[in-house]
Nanobody, 124 residues
Framework: QVQLVESGGALVQAGGSLILSCAASGRLFGWYSLGWFHQAPGKEREFVAA????????TYADPVKGRFTISRDNAKNTMYLQMNSLKPEDTANYYC?????????????????WGQGTQVTVSS
């Protein structure tokens, strides 16, 4: 069993930065993939970024390439999302997710574990 808890969401102005954290409990294997999804009101939950737990290979959705950086600290069982140059369209509830296989990206309904979400609001 894996439990995920996100933190770090806040209200920030456009162009600002924010760092989200995802703390995991339970065993994370090297072949697991962890990632971030976000969901805005009235929209589907969408893939943002992912990282393989063992090798640290990263993948980003096109809208966040060059602005967001995903990372992890295996010793702390924690994943991070560094968000720079934030835009109003980044406003959403951000969820930490885990998949028990190696994947570059995946659909939300393919996730095996979810966190509770943390709200990011970017003002214009």
């Amino acid at each position: 069993q894996v439990q995920l808890v996100e933190s770090g969401g806040a209200l920030v102005q456009a162009g600002g930065s924010l760092i989200l954290s995802c703390a995991a409990s339970g065993r994370l294997f090297g072949w697991y993939s962890l990632g971030w999804f976000h969901q805005a009101p009235g929209k589907e939950r969408e893939f943002v970024a992912a990282i393989t737990w063992g090798g640290g290979r990263t993948t980003y959705a096109d809208p966040v390439k060059g602005r967001f950086t995903i990372s992890r600290d295996n010793a702390k069982n924690t994943m991070y999302l560094q968000m720079n140059s934030l835009k109003p369209e980044d406003t959403a509830n951000y969820y930490c997710a885990a998949k028990t296989t190696l994947r570059t990206s995946w659909l939300a309904d393919e996730s095996d574990y979810w966190g509770q979400g943390t709200q990011v609001t970017v003002s214009s």
